[in-house]
């Protein structure tokens, strides 16, 4: 059994074959051959070579005898440390898309306590596709440290998103963007030439960074819910009122009743009134005496009037007749009317008196 075959390894049985990433670059292929045999029986081990240094990528290929061995390596030499790197261990089947971690993982620092996880994808989304639901650290209250977690498919993707987000405001608060630190706990951050080099390997080998579906609220959007009207608004049986447009001119009334003067007018019928009922005494003519009474009327203690219309001239009172307070002196009238002597109607000149 060889180390390594070279590129015949890809075309044997792919069902019974495991990737193995995130290699230190002092791991061999006698070192990943020796580890792996502690889990089965080894058909083959291939770290692929740089063509210059001939150092190899960062990760490789182990081919199994059976398929069994290669689901029992998958489960129990992962995370497992090779000069302090956890090394990424799973299954490489050709009947489907293998997966590998690219690394491009942002930490996104100095956030507003407002900003969730769905701020994140809205905000970040929009650079490349993200492999993982973004996350923010939250403590035992579950409300937010300021800081969280973005991690694309690409590094390209990742690139554009630190160029363009890093001190920018996020809900008034400036933000810092950059690579977050390797969980190897050696104080490296992802982004690095290794990496890098390690995703374009396995983009030439048509292996893509797993994609986690996300949360289905990451993408419905709210609906404003439409405005119901009050109860005793609400009348099925009436006819559609169309609406006014808006403006004076097209000023009308809330119930869309035209004004009285854009009415029909409807002519009332007038009913004459009924006649009196009979018994009643007849309504006696009008007096044609005024208030002096009916005709031929003459209070007592006075005379009837001639029938000229004149009554005789009154007497002259008696020699030592004064009369009482309050009453005029004889021969005295008022302003306009006739002295003694005189023709009705005759008025006597001011200062003739």
Not at 78 to 87: A, E, S, W
Not at 196 to 211: D, E, F, G, I, K
Request: proline letters at 16%; aromatic letters at 10%.
């Amino acid at each position: 059994m060889a180390f390594a075959g070279g590129p015949r390894h890809w075309e044997q049985d792919k069902e019974a074959t495991v990737y193995v990433g995130n290699l230190d670059e002092r791991v061999t292929d006698a070192l990943v051959w020796e580890l792996m045999l502690q889990v089965g029986r080894i058909v083959n081990v291939h770290l692929p070579k740089d063509r210059v240094t001939q150092t190899h990528q960062g990760y490789g290929f182990v081919e199994f005898q059976t398929e069994e061995d290669a689901d029992y390596a998958a489960k129990v030499m992962n995370q497992v440390r090779l000069y302090g790197k956890p090394i990424r261990v799973n299954k490489a089947s050709a009947d489907k898309q293998k997966a590998v971690e690219v690394g491009a993982e942002l930490f996104v620092g100095n956030l507003d306590p407002m900003v969730d996880e769905k701020t994140l994808f809205d905000t970040f989304g929009r650079f490349g596709p993200l492999v993982a639901a973004p996350k923010v650290a939250r403590d035992e209250a579950n409300l937010s440290k300021g800081y969280g977690f973005v991690s694309f498919g690409t590094f390209e993707a990742s690139d554009d998103a630190i160029a363009n987000m890093n001190g920018q405001y996020l809900m008034n608060k400036e933000i810092s963007v950059q690579y977050a630190y390797k969980k190897d706990g050696k104080g490296e951050r992802h982004g690095d030439e290794a990496e890098r080099m390690l995703a374009a390997q396995a983009r030439q080998h048509n292996v893509s960074a797993p994609t986690q579906p996300m949360p289905p609220q990451f993408y419905s959007q709210p609906t404003p819910a439409a405005p119901v009207a009050p109860a005793a608004m609400l009348n099925s049986g009436a006819p559609h009122v169309p609406t006014p447009p808006p403006g004076p001119a097209g000023f009308q009334a809330y119930n869309a009743v035209p004004p009285p003067a854009q009415q029909a007018r409807t002519p009332v019928a007038t009913t004459p009134l009924p006649p009196p009922p009979s018994g009643l005494p007849a309504r006696p003519p009008p007096s044609q005496a005024g208030y002096g009474g009916p005709m031929g009327f003459t209070p007592p203690g006075f005379s009837a009037p001639p029938p000229g219309g004149a009554f005789p001239p009154v007497p002259a009172p008696p020699a030592g007749f004064a009369p009482p307070p309050g009453f005029p002196p004889p021969g005295f009238a008022p302003p306009g009317a006739a002295p003694p002597g005189f023709p009705p109607g005759f008025q006597q000149p001011y200062g003739k008196r």
